[in-house]
């Protein structure tokens, strides 16, 4: 199956830490678009990327960055980590309109 | 962020019945209109979507009716079974620009 990856699955941080989460395309899509999802909400948009640039950028702040490579790959960067930060953190991959979905990195800041 | 308004927030149907939800939205630049169903523990996974041109398209048991003047579309599951138990939401979006997801509908069918 040649879905989106993400990795780890889960993971625990303290306040103030840095974490760095990790996605892998579909095979043939360019796009990778990062989305948080609290507990009971939506999906919110955090950026874009393509090109290995970032295209577009949601609401949050410069904490959050974000790189992608050459093979499309991506990773999504947090620092000084805060509570509200805890939640699930999608990674969506594109090549045209229609988005596939990680199953997400569940995130605990404790 | 309020560009996209979704309803109701949780439904509860019997087995064989309709469900009916609903996306109201405010960016008339929006031009493609997808439902997502998310199990839990899981990502989103396309449902169906619809462009603006067309008012209506059918796949299977889902439907997706289109109203561009109200600026609402609606996600309409026939039949619904208990494995289609899920949350679902909408998440329109613009050429070139990201999805806006809606809060979410968490669908419980009984049997």
């Known amino acids: 199956d040649a879905g989106v990856t993400q990795s780890p699955t889960h993971l625990i941080k303290t306040r103030g830490q840095q974490v760095t989460l990790r996605c892998s395309p579909k095979?043939?899509?360019?796009?990778v678009s990062w989305y948080q999802q609290a507990l009971g909400q939506g999906p919110q948009f955090i950026f874009q990327?393509?090109?290995?640039?970032?295209?577009q950028r949601g609401n949050f702040p410069d904490r959050f960055s974000g790189h992608q490579f050459p093979n499309y790959s991506s990773e999504l960067n947090v620092n000084a980590l805060l509570l509200g930060d805890s939640a699930l953190y999608l990674c969506?991959?594109?090549?045209?309109?229609?988005?596939?979905f990680g199953s997400g990195t569940r995130l605990t800041v404790v | 962020q309020q560009q996209v308004k979704q309803s109701p927030q949780s439904l509860i149907v019997q087995k064989g019945g309709i469900s009916i939800i609903n996306c109201a939205y405010e960016?008339?630049?929006?031009?493609?209109f997808p439902w997502y169903q998310q199990f839990p523990g899981k990502g989103p996974a396309l449902l169906i979507a619809?462009?603006?041109?067309?008012s209506e398209k059918k796949e299977g048991r889902f439907t997706i009716s289109f109203n561009k003047s109200a600026k609402q579309f609606s996600l309409h599951i026939m039949d619904s079974q208990p494995g289609d138990s899920a949350t679902y939401f909408c998440?329109?979006?613009?050429?070139?620009?990201?999805?806006?997801f809606g809060a979410g509908t968490r669908l419980t069918v009984k049997p």
């Open positions: 969506a991959s594109s090549s045209g309109r229609g988005y596939t």
């Open positions: 095979s043939g899509h360019d796009t």
């Open positions: 990327y393509y090109e290995e640039e970032e295209r």
């Open positions: 960016n008339t630049a929006f031009d493609y």
């Open positions: 619809i462009r603006p041109d067309v």
């Open positions: 998440a329109p979006k613009r050429e070139n620009n990201d999805m806006r």
